[in-house]
């Protein structure tokens, strides 16, 4: 850690530099005030930075609607397969109740049908293959061959192989917890080595396919990037996403920045819509146009009405969630806004941004001071981009974008 810098001798200084340093050591109590004030509430810091004394709290407001399904709500209940895997026909007596005659049970008929959807209790199936050898008349001898994907003595088929990658990559558990569930359901005794190693035939089989994901979304119109920490062999990685209403690519690197960012190659260069957090590597991306995550916002807009009480916050909140009200009911409507409509949209953006810059002036640095001066405040990140649901109404104008305002919803 750097030395503490030296205590000022206040029995030199005059009263003005006194008020200068008092104002100095009050602008950075607020600054580590606010800082220890943020959690993955009302920033973009990550929940697991919360610690174990985690506040949940919701964004949603309250509502006049009772709980549960409202009127009008149409219910999903199972239904009636056309060809059950099996019939019992359950008993009749073999003569009547009252007369004791005996029951023409061959007359019959079905009076009513229920279904029980179960699975199956077996453990596995195991199929064997075998060649043949038969010899000609003339003395030639002629042996069959197995199929390509038979080649050794015993071994595991691909539904088994599929699963393992399924529950190891799609479910996310861990490999030793996939081969326990694998022992308990089906009794395979599968170990985490050979898990790794069908993950490893995948990867291979899918290269590919994940290749035309990545150059897929290098060209989209929109796509929502962001990254999330992860253990790999003890260290600390980062998992990157980049994804769009269609495709979602994932990669797994060492750094969370730019060293990522352009070994992945997906984002650089990029000339469509980039959604995030508003994490600073992310607006190294020049070439993209850049739109705001909502949810991410509005937990910053809870932060900034926690440490100022001002109005602003609350209207920007209001302005976004109606503004995502609007384009979840012309989506469903396929009706798109008018110019007019937008433009009144971006308006009343801009004024409250105006109000909140008004507020909180961006604190100029003092001479000789080290690092950046405390704000409680900054509504610059509002107007440096235009937030997805504004967007989302300004997209719908244009039916060409129409993928962009459903991506605004993940």
């Known amino acids: 850690m750097p030395p503490k810098p030296p205590r000022p001798d206040l029995t030199h200084l005059s009263n003005q530099h006194k008020d200068r340093l008092i104002d100095a050591l009050f602008a950075r109590l607020d600054a580590v005030e606010a800082r220890l004030g943020m959690n993955s509430q009302n920033s973009s810091k990550p929940p697991s930075s919360d ?117 190891t990559q799609g479910q996310m558990l861990s490999f030793a917890r996939t081969a326990e569930l694998l022992h308990d359901i089906y009794g395979l005794s599968v170990s985490p080595g050979t898990l790794v190693a069908w993950v490893g035939e995948a990867r ?58 352009e070994a992945h190659g997906i984002l650089p260069k990029r000339t469509g819509v980039l959604v995030h957090d508003c994490w600073a590597p992310y607006w190294k ?59 009144a949209f971006r308006t009343l953006y801009d004024a409250i941004v105006n109000d909140g810059e008004q507020l909180n002036r961006e604190a100029v640095k003092t001479a000789g001071r080290q690092g950046n001066p405390p704000k409680l405040a900054d509504f610059n990140n509002f107007s440096d981009s235009l937030p997805c649901a504004v967007f989302g109404l300004a997209s719908a104008v244009s039916r060409d974008f129409h993928d962009v305002d459903r991506s605004f919803q993940r």
């Open 51 to 167: 610690g174990l004394a985690k506040k949940t709290r919701s964004l949603r407001g309250t509502s006049d609607k009772k709980a549960g399904a409202q009127d009008g709500h149409k219910g999903t209940t199972l239904k009636r397969v056309a060809e059950p895997t099996d019939t019992i026909h359950h008993p009749l007596p073999s003569q009547c109740n009252r007369c004791h005659r005996p029951l023409p049970l061959d007359e019959a008929l079905v009076v009513e049908r229920r279904q029980v959807i179960d699975v199956p209790a077996r453990s596995f199936d195991v199929v064997e293959h075998c060649t043949l050898e038969v010899a000609c008349s003339c003395g030639h001898v002629h042996v069959g061959a197995f199929s390509a994907g038979v080649s050794d003595v015993v071994q595991y088929g691909p539904n088994v192989k599929a699963l393992g990658v399924h529950l």
């Open 204 to 261: 291979a089989a899918l290269q590919d396919t994940d290749n035309q994901i990545a150059d897929n979304l290098h060209v989209a119109a929109l796509v929502n990037a962001d990254e999330s920490g992860l253990r790999v062999a003890g260290k600390l990685h980062w998992l990157h996403n980049a994804a769009n209403e269609t495709l979602t690519w994932y990669g797994v690197h060492a750094k969370r920045g730019m060293a990522a960012i």
């Open 285 to 343: 991306l020049d070439e993209s146009i850049h739109a705001l995550c909502n949810a991410h916002l509005l937990r910053e807009i809870v932060y900034v009405k926690e440490i100022t009480g001002q109005a602003s916050p609350d209207a920007m909140t209001n302005l976004l969630l109606d503004a995502n009200k609007l384009c979840e009911a012309a989506l469903k409507k396929q009706t798109p806004f008018s110019v007019d409509d937008v433009a």
